[in-house]
């Protein structure tokens, strides 16, 4: 397709326009002397119906999540509570993301959102979070639409998730980009008909390219 065919540009939010926790989980591992990938290994294990997938579903209450990773996690080989798992989730957002948002929308394409999320934490980082949730609530703002998965009830990789956002935006699936950190979440976009981006761990500057040279327009 050619990049004036484009009309959207759909974007995962976790790891593209923040830093990615995996990276935070890696340092977790080597501090506890874990296996590498332990944490996402367990995740991965049970992809659709683990505590993870339940908790950002908006099926589990933190105390039901907190206690059923505890226990994913020790029947693996090494129990890590739901508690210590969430606080490796804090991350920083990528400024030049939010750029290429900005410049996105600036050059009269759509944007949409779809995002693996979960709420009801507990209360000892409610203030951190409330401050980290105003700056992510102000780059909400700039999209068209945004599909949380601890709101809608469904997550990626789930097809249905990517079939909403598509409803949103009364578009067809070979008119959108779709960004994303994980292969995993790529795979049913791409089924679709989407054209997919992986975004690396760490440095975005070739995604960004990547997304300028589909797009035919300067993104940084």
């Known amino acids: 397709m050619t990049a004036g065919a484009f009309k959207a540009v759909i974007f995962d939010f976790g790891g593209v326009f ?3 926790p995996v990276e935070n989980f890696a340092v977790y591992e080597t501090r506890r002397g874990l296996p590498e990938r332990f944490i996402g290994g367990v995740i991965k294990a049970r992809l659709h119906d683990g505590a993870f997938a339940r908790f950002e579903r908006a099926e589990l209450s933190f105390e039901e999540f907190d206690a059923q990773f505890s226990a994913e996690t020790r029947a693996a080989g090494h129990e890590i509570s739901g508690r210590d798992f969430v606080a490796l989730l804090d991350v920083a957002l990528k ?6 948002l ?3 929308k600036r050059a009269g394409l759509r944007a949409g ?7 009801g934490l507990d209360p000892v980082r409610s203030e951190r979070k409330a ?11 700039l999209f068209d639409h945004v599909i949380e998965s601890s709101k809608a009830g469904v997550r990626k990789p789930e097809p249905r998730i990517y079939e909403m956002m598509l409803e949103a935006l009364a578009l067809p699936a070979s008119a959108c980009v779709f960004l994303d950190d994980l292969g995993v979440n790529l795979k049913p976009a791409q089924a679709m008909g989407m054209h997919t981006i992986k975004v690396p761990f760490g440095d975005v500057r070739p995604a960004i390219d990547a997304l300028s040279s589909t797009l035919g327009i300067a993104l940084r």
């Open 18 to 20: 923040t830093t990615s």
């Open 95 to 100: 400024p030049e993301m939010i750029e290429v």
């Open 102 to 104: 900005r410049r996105v």
């Open 113 to 119: 959102c779809i995002t693996n999320n979960f709420e």
């Open 131 to 141: 401050k980290g949730d105003a700056a992510i609530a102000a780059v909400f703002a």
